[in-house]
């Protein structure tokens, strides 16, 4: 019997990542109703979003797909990183 797991990161969860590694404070409200916004309209730059990234990976522990770090928008970026949670990939 193969045990399957089912990770995902939400828009809370997200939330909080941004808080805890790039210390950027984001109401998990407005994150979700502007999920299509760019990064930088929330104060996060590239650097913000490559600490998520490292922190996801430690947390699942699994490396994430490049373009995770590419990622322009957080429904992007959870589209991409929770179907690679999914996957395993």
Do not use: H
Not at 5 to 34: C, F, H, I, W
Request: hydrophobic content about 45%; proline content about 3%.
């Amino acid at each position: 019997m193969s045990e399957q797991t089912d990770y995902q990161v939400s828009v809370e969860e997200l939330a909080a990542l941004m808080k805890r590694t790039a210390g950027v404070q984001v109401d998990p409200a407005a994150l979700r109703q502007q999920s299509d916004a760019g990064f930088e309209s929330f104060g996060l730059d590239s650097l913000g979003l490559l600490g998520i990234v490292a922190e996801l990976e430690k947390q699942y522990g699994l490396g994430l797909p490049e373009q995770a770090e590419r990622c322009k928008t957080p429904a992007a970026f959870l589209a991409l990183v929770n179907g690679a949670l999914k996957t395993g990939v």
